[in-house]
T-cell receptor, first 113, second 108 residues
Framework: KAGVTQTPRYLIKTRGQQVTLSCSPI?????VSWYQQTPGQGLQFLFEYFSETQRNKGNFPGRFSGRQFSNSRSEMNVSTLELGDSALYLCASSLEDSQETQYFGPGTRLLVL | QKEVEQNSGPLSVPEGAIASLNCTYS??????FFWYRQYSGKSPELIMSIYSNGDKEDGRFTAQLNKASQYVSLLIRDSQPSDSATYLCAVQGGKLIFGQGTELSVKP
C-alpha cells in the first residue's frame, strides 16, 4: 500500500500571502489529521477531518483552515502568512478514528520570508 | 503543566547499552499511547503503540504503561547507532498530543 503523500514538499512564500497544502491518506483511511512542527513548539495538533467534517481542532488562529473531500484527501490553507508560520506541516492518516495508530506523510516544509 | 512531558535530552548511550526514555501525561482519561521515532529532516514513524497497563515488547523495543502513575516509557535494548534519533511520546485523549521529544545519541 502506498503511504501518506503530501504536496508540495517545499514552499517559499512571503508575508501576507496564502498557501494551500495537500494530503492524500493511505488507501482506505478515512481520518486525516494535520500537525505543525517547529523547533520551539514541537509537534502541535491543528485539526482532524473525518467524512468531510472537522472532528477536532487545536489551538490555532482562524487563519488556519482545512477541508476534506469525499475521497478522504485533505487540504489545509493558511491565509495572511506570518513569519512564525514557517514550519514543517505534517499530515497523518488513520483508519476510522484518530485514537488508532496514525501514519505520517513526509511533510511540507514552508518558509515564510 | 504541559500535557505530555518527556525527559529532557539529549540522552547519550554507548552502543549495546539500554536506552530508557520516559514520558508523563496529565489527562487521566487518555486511552492510547504511542512512541514515534523521528530522524532529522524526516517525518515521525511509529515504533510502538500501547493501550493497557504493563509491558509490550517488539524486538529490541519495550513499551511500559502505568496509567495509575500516568507514566509511559520506552526501553531500547542493545542500542545501535542507527537508533540515534528524536523519540516522541504521543498520548491520545480527544486528540493526539505529543511531547517535546527526547534526542537519543548512540555512540559506537
Amino acid at each position: 500500500k502506498a503511504g501518506v503523500t503530501q504536496t508540495p514538499r517545499y514552499l517559499i512564500k512571503t508575508r501576507g500571502q496564502q498557501v494551500t497544502l495537500s494530503c492524500s491518506p493511505i488507501s482506505g483511511h478515512r481520518s486525516v489529521s494535520w500537525y505543525q512542527q517547529t523547533p520551539g513548539q514541537g509537534l502541535q495538533f491543528l485539526f482532524e477531518y473525518f467524512s468531510e467534517t472537522q472532528r477536532n481542532k487545536g489551538n490555532f488562529p482562524g487563519r488556519f483552515s482545512g477541508r476534506q473531500f469525499s475521497n478522504s484527501r485533505s487540504e489545509m490553507n493558511v491565509s495572511t502568512l506570518e513569519l512564525g508560520d514557517s514550519a514543517l506541516y505534517l499530515c497523518a492518516s488513520s483508519l476510522e478514528d484518530s485514537q488508532e495508530t496514525q501514519y505520517f506523510g513526509p511533510g511540507t516544509r514552508l518558509l515564510v520570508l | 503543566q504541559k500535557e505530555v512531558e518527556q525527559n529532557s535530552g539529549p540522552l547519550s548511550v554507548p552502543e549495546g547499552a539500554i536506552a530508557s526514555l520516559n514520558c508523563t501525561y496529565s489527562d487521566r482519561g487518555s486511552q492510547s499511547f504511542f512512541w514515534y521515532r523521528q530522524y532529522s529532516g524526516k517525518s515521525p514513524e511509529l515504533i510502538m503503540s500501547i493501550y493497557s497497563n504493563g509491558d509490550k515488547e517488539d524486538g529490541r523495543f519495550t513499551a511500559q504503561l502505568n496509567k495509575a502513575s500516568q507514566y509511559v516509557s520506552l526501553l531500547i535494548r542493545d542500542s545501535q547507532p542507527s537508533d540515534s534519533a528524536t523519540y516522541l511520546c504521543a498520548v491520545q485523549g480527544g486528540k493526539l498530543i505529543f511531547g517535546q521529544g527526547t534526542e537519543l545519541s548512540v555512540k559506537p
